[in-house]
């Protein structure tokens, strides 16, 4: 493997943050480039050990933190945007170097993640209460919103630096202390934010950052510690609902972000360059590696070959390679596993019955990359259909009636985003709801937006992240009864 280091910037850390200070283990787990393969940085892995000193760094910071006034808590997180949007260049390089996609899209992921921290700033301020008479005019009920504790925040690969803003922004502005436990493929951006926000003002143990590989015995240590009150995870299904059991022992509240399979639904009366453009954007953003991608594109007969001949196109003409190279429109996938995977996707749902209008091969040049992909004719029971591709490769379904469709597009375990293109809004808003998913682009691609409250249903996960609803998260509601 080639060492690839001397592209980090010389300040890049490389340690964990546990209160406050930088500190080295001998552990080390090797982060590396997926369009070569080489190594960009050694990375010290916390042990369980380690993991719970950064927890108890957490808990010390605690008191101090969220009585610290709101608008001093905003104000670093206003200073944490700021910071981040004035490295937003170098922040993007390196997301590029550690997660693979193209610089356009990590620069949009930089302005996209610096945004939470802005939205939270002023949410910080805005922390609500009320004040009533009871019903029975016995008394008064009074309620506010504390902080809920230490909270713990593990986070995946594909967005490294947006979904831990997601989550330290609400947290800080609630009045959290946190452990961010980023995914270890990608660890390098969490780090840099993490230094970002000490340059921001933010006090020792307040924001703790560990990379113990592997995750699960240090995560489970640190949900047993009896000091972390919430778990806000971001990743798999599968890891989600293993966390939900363990957090399930200490009765931790937890917000889940998990995986989606998202339809695309054309309607016969879409507007088809403006339903190409948003299948682009559904599809391609992050080279398919979105939680919201667009994984199943159910399209009416009366517009399919139109659509399939127009999305062919769009994707024939995208450029695979090196994210950093300004030629590049789609980069490589974050790991030979993943390439793999979308590879043996490919290939189950073209031996039954599907035909490929363009890619369906994995990269030749070395690199983790895999060609765009359209499948036309996929068979309803294809298993690309069934799970998440988190590639770029689009399978399109044609449908003749619109129960049939809803009956189809719902009838998986997933439900976070769906995709409807239609020019009769009535029949957009009646499709919108009857979709089972916590969100829908409704002549739109695109829905992420710090803030809209960003959440699935089913199997989709638990509780919502961006919006007031993110602050909500962190809070509990406390009520008092009172006379005088
Ligand atoms: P993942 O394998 O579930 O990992 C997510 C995080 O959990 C990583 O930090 C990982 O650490 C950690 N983890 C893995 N196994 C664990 C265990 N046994 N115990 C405790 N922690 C564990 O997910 P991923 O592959 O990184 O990310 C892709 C998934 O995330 C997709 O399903 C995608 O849909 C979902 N996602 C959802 C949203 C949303 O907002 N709904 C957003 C983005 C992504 P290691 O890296 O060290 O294994």
Redesign the pocket.
């Known amino acids: 493997m080639k060492n690839s280091q001397q592209k980090l910037n010389a300040n890049q850390p490389i340690d964990s943050l546990i209160n406050g200070k930088w500190q080295k283990h001998s552990k080390k787990i090797d982060v590396t480039n997926p369009v070569d393969g080489s190594i960009l940085a050694q990375v010290s892995s916390a042990s369980p050990d380690e993991c719970l000193a950064a927890v108890d760094a957490a808990q010390s910071a605690f008191a101090s933190w969220k009585s610290t006034a709101p608008r001093a808590r905003a104000e670093i997180l206003r200073k944490s945007f700021e910071l981040m949007i004035a490295e937003q260049e170098s922040l993007a390089r390196l997301i590029t170097l550690e997660n693979g996609k193209v610089l356009s899209d990590a620069r949009a992921e930089v302005a996209y993640a610096a945004e939470f921290f802005r939205w939270f700033s002023e949410e910080a301020v805005r922390i609500d209460g009320d004040y009533r008479r009871a019903p029975s005019g016995t008394n008064w009920l009074m309620v506010s919103r504390q902080p809920v504790g230490v909270a713990l925040l593990?986070?995946?690969?594909?967005?490294p630096a947006a979904?831990a803003t997601r989550k330290i922004g609400p947290a800080l502005a609630a009045g959290c202390t946190v452990v961010l436990?980023?995914?270890?493929?990608t660890p390098l951006t969490a780090l840099a934010i993490a230094e970002i926000m000490q340059r921001a003002g933010v006090p020792a143990g307040v924001v703790n950052v560990v990379v113990p590989?592997?995750?699960?015995p240090a995560?489970?240590a640190m949900l047993k510690s009896d000091i972390v009150r919430k778990l806000s995870?971001?990743?798999?299904?599968?890891?989600?609902a293993?966390?939900l059991a363990q957090a399930a022992e200490k009765i931790i509240n937890c917000t889940m972000?998990?995986?989606?399979n998202a339809p695309f639904i054309v309607c016969q009366d879409a507007d088809l360059a403006s339903a190409v453009d948003g299948a682009m954007l559904a599809k391609m953003r992050n080279g398919g590696a979105?939680?919201t991608a667009a994984n199943r594109f159910f399209v009416h007969e009366k517009i399919y070959d139109a659509f399939a001949e127009a999305l062919t196109a769009r994707m024939n003409a995208l450029v695979l390679g090196d994210g950093l190279d300004a030629k590049t429109t789609v980069g490589p996938l974050v790991s030979k596993s993943q390439q793999q995977r979308v590879a043996d996707l490919v290939d189950e749902a073209k031996s039954s019955g599907a035909k490929v209008a363009c890619g369906g091969f994995a990269a030749t040049d070395g690199s983790f990359g895999y060609a765009p992909t359209v499948l036309t004719e996929v068979a309803l029971n294809a298993p690309i259909l069934r799970e998440?591709i988190?590639g770029p490769v689009a399978p399109l379904i044609r449908y003749t009636d619109k129960d049939d469709l809803l009956a189809h597009a719902n009838s998986v375990e997933h439900g976070?985003v769906s995709y409807v293109y239609t020019r009769d809004l009535g029949s957009g808003m009646r499709i919108s709801e009857a979709l089972e998913s916590g969100m829908v682009g409704l002549n739109r691609g695109l829905v992420s937006d710090p803030a809209a409250p960003?959440?699935?249903v089913k199997q989709?996960?638990l509780g919502r992240?961006g919006a007031h609803d993110g602050l909500l998260a962190f809070l509990e509601t406390k009520y008092v009864a009172g006379n005088w």
């Open positions: 593990a986070t995946p690969w594909n967005f979904m436990k980023p995914a270890s493929e590989s592997p995750a699960g995560v489970s995870f971001t990743g798999s299904t599968q890891v989600g293993l966390l972000e998990l995986g989606g979105a939680c998440e988190f976070l960003f959440g699935g989709s996960g992240e």
